[in-house]
């Protein structure tokens, strides 16, 4: 599975590349979906760029994004967005128009309840688990572990010397931490110059990986990406197909 992250928290000023108003995302979605991309994370934002968990935000992305794809659209739930963990989980009580997932950081406080409050609602979750955190731990105890979609092992070393080693500890932590039982598949991603190294590791290993302009604004060449869809033409080289194919 190849999924495409479009956004992230980056804004305009990081690169005119990043799509921001939902109609942006829509045909960024279109684009990346008709290049190969098989699932989407997005981060809805608010018109002075700032990530939002607001359903006035969620809802108009999720139906301009739908209107033009018919693949799974998910979200972020970051405290960057809504730093209180009480009102994260309200507020995705609060949604309007429903994601098909949402990623949940298991390190940030209130993980356990974002991630309840998603399931009662019957959205699917993905466990972000990032390296250097106490992320790995903190799920194999969770009582949330055995139902969700995913776990999404995010790589947060940078340097393309040492990103997919840092990606092999990653993986073998999360193996030792594992909770009993039927273990959820993993999707795994670097950031910067760390992603291509950790998607060529990801289609080596058979496992599904994602791409975007949340985790690199570059092509494997070096050069700045013209869109989410040229770096999902780029994945198809590192061992990562459509599973639409």
Do not use: Y
């Amino acid at each position: 599975m190849l999924q495409v992250c479009l956004n992230g928290p980056r804004t305009a000023a990081d690169s005119g590349a990043v799509p921001m108003s939902p109609a942006a995302l829509a045909e960024a979605a279109r684009q990346a979906v008709a290049a190969g991309a098989d699932d989407i994370h997005v981060h809805p934002k608010t018109p002075c760029g700032r990530d939002s968990l607001s359903p006035r935000v969620v809802g108009p992305v999720l139906e301009a994004i739908r209107a033009v794809v018919d693949v799974p659209v998910g979200v972020t739930t970051g405290a960057w967005a809504e730093p209180d963990p009480g009102r994260r989980a309200a507020r995705v009580a609060s949604w309007t128009v429903l994601p098909d997932h949402a990623s949940v950081n298991w390190h940030e406080p209130g993980a356990e309840s974002v991630a309840a409050a998603l399931l009662e609602r019957g959205i699917g979750v993905e466990a972000g688990i990032w390296s250097g955190s106490a992320g790995a731990e903190l799920f194999a105890r969770s009582v949330s572990a055995p139902r969700v979609l995913r776990v999404l092992a995010e790589v947060r070393d940078t340097d393309a010397r040492t990103a997919a080693g840092t990606a092999r500890t990653l993986l073998a932590a999360l193996s030792a931490a594992a909770p009993a039982g039927p273990r959820p598949p993993v999707l795994l991603h670097g950031e910067d110059g760390g992603a291509w190294p950790v998607l060529r590791l990801a289609g080596e290993r058979g496992l599904a990986g994602r791409i975007g302009i949340e985790d690199t604004l570059l092509l494997p060449d070096g050069t700045p990406a013209a869109s989410n869809a040229e770096l999902v033409v780029a994945a198809r080289r590192f061992g990562l197909r459509p599973s639409r194919t």
